[in-house]
């Protein structure tokens, strides 16, 4: 029998009512849910020091609905919600007056070690006082914990793939040199972790999908071997499709090694087919040993930032951005500011400061702006009244030893001893075949298309970096893609991008290439003056961009 794995969130927001709707849609043996992104983790710091939970309390009226129906089911609970209060989360859920057997998986935050904070992205040093730092784990302690006969499973900081490849260990008591099944069930969690992105939400061609409006979330059917099904209840909205699902596959990677705690999945490996109607199987997914560090998310409150808005019509744009900022600056100087961000994306031009003073970063600027109003381009006006600055908050990416981490699990308040995971043996890098799919487009018509008519697209954020994956649907299709979309070229498509570094992965197998830019973000959402913080929309301005089609691509 196979493992059907649910997934019920995608991020602290998402939809309140899907974990109601998984448990009642249709047969699932386990109900997950992501909560963490890399911004939640302050977002909770934040509440926890304004003396709210430092949990997803969202996760507890969940469990309001779900839990009772659950256990009459024999149906397991796995999610990261407890972010920086697990054992807190815990409490909460049994305060529900049920008779779960509730654990909490901690160890995760490793704020008072001997951590050597250098930034992975940038090789740079902290010296800022460190307000939260929390190790990812892995999924060994999650299965553990379900061993021990745990109902529901909360944890902090762990992996999003975690959420499903514990429950796997648990069910098919894989080893740690079991790398290509652990493999396996990696890129399944990916998959479904971000929700409804693999049943067809925020899709390129999302004119394919049907009834948007009641997208149903995805749950995988996990196989002994590590392959899987990506699936949905019958009867929901939505679509999974090799493209939903390549799409997905894409989002806020890296190199095709994906690196985490319990194994390295290659995602060049992977390989996809449409199974049936909303089914689409994974399989041959390799995987190779971990690395002996753990990555650690660590977050510092950076300052004080303001941000104000102004819309341009008419002609003489550039001039009229020009005026409004020249205006602004003899009121109130732009050397006065630790930073001053200015982007000019018409009809919207942003200003944006930050200052370790707060009423620096605050009324003195805003209300600086907005004494222009009379006296600055023609057709003023804004879009953000004056105001106080804001707080933010700085994600800093560093590595630990993975021997200086130690899980702990408690079950009914009862910590259980963890088994000895032991690291696999020595195994050689997977080794895959390159493969090269050439164009040679001589003599081929070809006609100025949006790159979007052809090519699919999914970007998101990894700390300070953006990663923007492109894929096609054919083999002679990636060719061309391959063969046109360089480095250079993304760069001169997307001129924002001019002079970040950028590193261009190939994903044949997927019919995909993937883009790292460095830098594109500053340090990090929560830093980010862009007005696209996260890099969401990067992917559809790069499929707006006209290129050379070949004229039999065009649909």
């Known amino acids: 029998m196979v493992?059907?794995?649910?997934?019920?969130s995608g991020f602290y927001g998402d939809r309140l009512s899907a974990a109601r709707e998984m448990v009642e849609g249709g047969p699932i043996d386990v109900l997950t849910g992501d909560w963490l992104a890399e911004l939640t983790m302050l977002i909770l710091a934040g509440n926890r020091m304004k003396g709210r939970p430092g949990y997803a309390p969202t996760f507890v009226k969940q469990m309001e609905q779900v839990l009772g129906t659950c256990l009459e089911r024999g149906i397991k609970i796995v999610s990261n919600a407890?972010?920086?209060?697990p054992e807190g989360c815990a409490a909460a859920i049994e305060k529900l007056g049920l008779t779960a057997k509730v654990a909490y998986?901690?160890?995760?935050?490793?704020?008072?070690?001997?951590?050597d904070l250098v930034n992975l992205d940038t090789g740079e040093k902290l010296a800022e006082p460190v307000l939260t730092a929390n190790a990812y784990l892995g999924a060994r302690p999650i299965a553990a914990a379900l061993s021990a006969g745990a109902d529901v499973v909360v944890t902090g900081r762990v992996t999003d793939a975690a959420l499903v490849t514990g429950p796997g260990i648990w069910r098919y008591g894989w080893r740690p040199d079991d790398l290509d099944a652990l493999a396996g069930s990696v890129v399944a969690g990916h998959v479904i972790e971000c929700g409804c992105q693999a049943t067809g939400g925020n899709y390129s061609f999302f004119h394919e999908v049907p009834d948007l409006a009641h997208c149903g979330f995805p749950l995988v059917e996990l196989h002994e071997d590590g392959s899987s099904v990506i699936t949905k209840h019958p009867g929901t909205g939505g679509a999974v499709s090799v493209g939903t699902v390549t799409e997905q596959l894409l989002y806020e990677i890296g190199s095709p090694r994906y690196l985490g705690p319990d194994v390295v999945a290659r995602f060049d490996t992977i390989e996809l087919s449409q199974e049936g109607p909303d089914r689409v199987r994974v399989s041959g997914v390799r995987g190779e040993p971990p690395p002996e560090t753990l990555k650690v998310a660590v977050n510092y409150l950076g300052g004080y930032r303001n941000t104000m808005t102004l819309v341009l019509t008419g002609l003489d744009l550039e001039e009229k951005a020009r005026v409004a900022q020249e205006a602004i600056w003899a009121r109130v100087p732009r050397e006065s500011f630790e930073s001053v961000d200015v982007s000019f994306d018409p009809p919207l031009l942003r200003i944006t400061v930050t200052d370790r003073d707060a009423r620096r970063a605050g009324r003195a600027f805003s209300s600086a702006v907005v004494e222009t109003g009379l006296a600055s381009y023609p057709g003023f006006y804004g879009l953000t009244p004056p105001g106080d600055a804001s707080p933010y908050g700085v994600y800093w990416p560093t590595l630990v030893p993975a021997a200086d981490v130690r899980p702990r699990v408690f079950v009914a308040g009862q910590e259980i001893a963890l088994p000895s995971s032991g690291r696999p043996g020595a195994a050689m890098e997977v080794l895959v075949e390159p493969v090269t799919r050439r164009w040679d487009g001589t003599g081929v018509p070809t006609a100025a298309a949006p790159l979007g008519r052809v090519a699919g697209a999914r970007s998101?954020?990894?700390?300070?970096?953006?990663?923007?994956?492109v894929w096609v649907r054919t083999p002679e299709e990636y060719g061309w893609l391959a063969e046109t979309l360089t480095a250079e070229r993304l760069v001169e498509l997307l001129p924002s991008l001019e002079g970040l570094a950028v590193e261009r992965y190939e994903l044949p197998n997927l019919?995909?290439?993937?883009?790292v830019v460095h830098g594109l973000l500053g340090r990090g959402v929560a830093a980010s003056p862009r007005l696209d913080p996260q890099a969401k929309a990067l992917g559809e301005e790069l499929r707006a961009r006209k290129v050379e089609v070949p004229e039999a691509f065009l649909r």
Not at 82 to 85: C, I, N, P
Not at 460 to 469: E, F, I, Q, R
């Open 3 to 8: 493992l059907r794995i649910a997934n019920c």
């Open 82 to 85: 407890g972010g920086l209060d």
């Open 105 to 115: 998986v901690t160890g995760d935050d490793v704020t008072g070690h001997n951590l």
């Open 460 to 469: 998101g954020d990894k700390g300070g970096n953006a990663n923007l994956g």
């Open 511 to 515: 019919n995909a290439l993937n883009f």
